[in-house]
């Protein structure tokens, strides 16, 4: 016991105290930034496909832990963390649109005109093509979702209408979203 005082006594004097851990973080949830984020693995950028236009974006120089800001492909800025949207290049992209229908990693879009009917149907076919699904979920019922909500239902698919700017350059605008019916 005396030793004990002691000790305590010598720690406070010196402006020094004594940390045990128990063992237990389970209940520490906040992450230094700095350390669990560190510098990405060197590789290629981490290609995301914009539910919006279809288009894939290039996002950081490797892969960055998931909440984490990655560098500008070009190397020059830190960007905010990477979207949940699917990936470019992987398997759902190679599928016809039968295939697509049917494989739960996947979902597919369409040309708006050529799918409703409500227009002329100025693309070669409805179908504009299969793409990977994001990595979020809304569970409402597809018919009003925007184009992120409905890029994760494989039981949903995305309305195109095509647009082109003054140059001439044109690509697929999500229009809106509708239950899957083929």
């Not at 105290?17 to 981490?46: F, K, M, Q, R, V």
């Not at 504009?128 to 494989?154: H, I, K, M, V």
């Not at 949903?156 to 899957?180: I, M, N, Y």
């Amino acid at each position: 016991m005396i030793r004990s005082l002691g000790l305590a006594a010598l720690l406070a004097a010196t402006g020094c105290s004594l940390y045990w851990d128990d063992g237990d973080d389970a209940d520490d949830t906040t992450i230094d930034a700095g350390e669990a984020c560190g510098a990405p693995i060197p590789g290629p950028p981490l290609e995301l496909r914009n539910p919006d236009n279809l288009q894939c974006v290039s996002f950081g120089g490797g892969d960055c832990p998931p909440g984490c800001p990655c560098p500008l492909a070009d190397g020059t800025a830190d960007q905010a963390p990477a979207p949940a949207w699917g990936e470019c290049g992987g398997p759902c992209d190679v599928l016809g649109e039968a295939a697509c229908l049917v494989d739960d990693r996947c979902r597919a879009a369409y040309d708006y005109d050529c799918w409703t009917g409500n227009g002329p149907c100025t693309a070669l076919q409805p179908f504009l093509g299969c793409f990977a699904l994001s990595q979020t979920f809304n569970p409402a019922a597809c018919e009003g979702l925007d184009s992120w909500s409905c890029s994760a239902r494989n039981d949903c698919v995305a309305l195109h209408k095509q647009v082109c700017d003054a140059s001439g350059a044109c690509w697929p605008q999500f229009f809106e979203c509708r239950t899957e019916s083929r």
